[in-house]
């Protein structure tokens, strides 16, 4: 389950977080407990259309990181309405199991930890402590709310499996565009990178460092701003945008860490790179680095770099 934590369950409250946590001995379920707090309807109405609700009533125990309704209503809209629909069952089943860790774990396991943790999905969770407690890009808002049957921690965004971090290989085996392909969320960045003509420059010696967008960095950007960049009349300002992803030479994380420094890049323009708490490049988070490839190095990030901003 968790890779790395401490052990043992400390009573704490999470700095920033309005903790909620209940001292007393919960008497009520993980749905009824939800349903309860009054804060969390939506997040009951998927478990309800997902045909969720006699598990997560089981035995477990379970750890929920529950979005409350502020976090559901910051999707597009339309989305929630269209998971709903009894025919995208199977995509709501995979998105609401992938906010559920088996076990029970509290705040105080958590607190000045950076860890992951596999979820009931299948996919992990990036977990960081060290400062409140963080959930992929997710924040916990209030830690520690019990059931008779695990703990519920509240959280601001909803979590998507596609932002789950990529675990590193370790082996290198593959070079830059085969390991990307493999780890599956990288689908938009390596048709960009086909479209571009740039398969064979990374498949090349090398080595490259590759700040690599996740799919769901790419949903980010305006919409309709991948499709206009797939088109060949834009081949150039694609081939500009993904080379400013990439810097010469090998760079790890060890390499960064607590330092401030500009790193140049395939098309010229400079990063700006903040390893002091964690790692920025730009305005972006690296969500998981080090990921090992024959050619280079991957980190991946949660926002597409521009070039031009």
Request: aromatic letters at 4%.
């Amino acid at each position: 389950m968790f890779r790395s934590f401490i052990a043992g369950a400390l009573a704490i409250s999470i700095a920033g977080c309005a903790a909620t946590a209940n001292n007393t001995t919960p008497k009520a379920d993980i749905v009824d407990t939800a349903v309860s707090a009054g804060q969390f309807q939506t997040l009951v109405a998927a478990v309800q259309a997902a045909g969720l609700v006699d598990t997560l009533k089981g035995p477990g125990p379970f750890t929920v990181f529950a979005p409350n309704d502020d976090a559901f209503a910051k999707l597009p809209a339309g989305t929630v309405e269209t998971l709903l629909q009894p025919e995208n069952r199977d995509q709501l089943v995979t998105l609401l199991t992938y906010h559920v860790v088996p076990g029970r774990v509290t705040a105080g396991q958590l607190a000045g930890q950076q860890t992951t943790a596999d979820t009931v999905e299948g996919r992990a969770v990036a977990i960081d402590g060290t400062d409140g407690v963080t959930v992929n890009s997710s924040t916990v808002i209030a830690a520690d709310v019990m059931a008779t049957n695990g703990v519920i921690h509240v959280i601001d965004s909803v979590l998507m499996p596609s932002d789950a971090p990529v675990q590193k290989t370790g082996t290198g085996d593959a070079d830059i565009v085969d390991t990307a392909i493999a780890a599956g969320d990288f689908q938009t960045l390596v048709a960009a990178v086909q479209a571009a003509g740039l398969v064979d420059t990374l498949k090349g010696e090398g080595p490259f460092t590759v700040f690599a967008p996740t799919d769901a960095a790419f949903a980010r950007l305006k919409q309709g701003t991948v499709q206009k960049w797939l088109k060949p009349e834009n081949k150039e300002l694609l081939n500009q945008v993904l080379t400013y992803h990439v810097v010469p030479g090998l760079v790890t994380s060890d390499q960064l860490v607590g330092k401030q420094l500009q790193a140049d890049t395939v098309e010229g323009t400079p990063l700006n790179i903040d390893a002091r708490n964690g790692v920025k490049v730009n305005r972006s988070n690296v969500v998981a680095a080090d990921v090992a490839a024959s050619n280079g190095v991957i980190h991946v990030i949660d926002r597409v770099l521009l070039p031009f901003h």
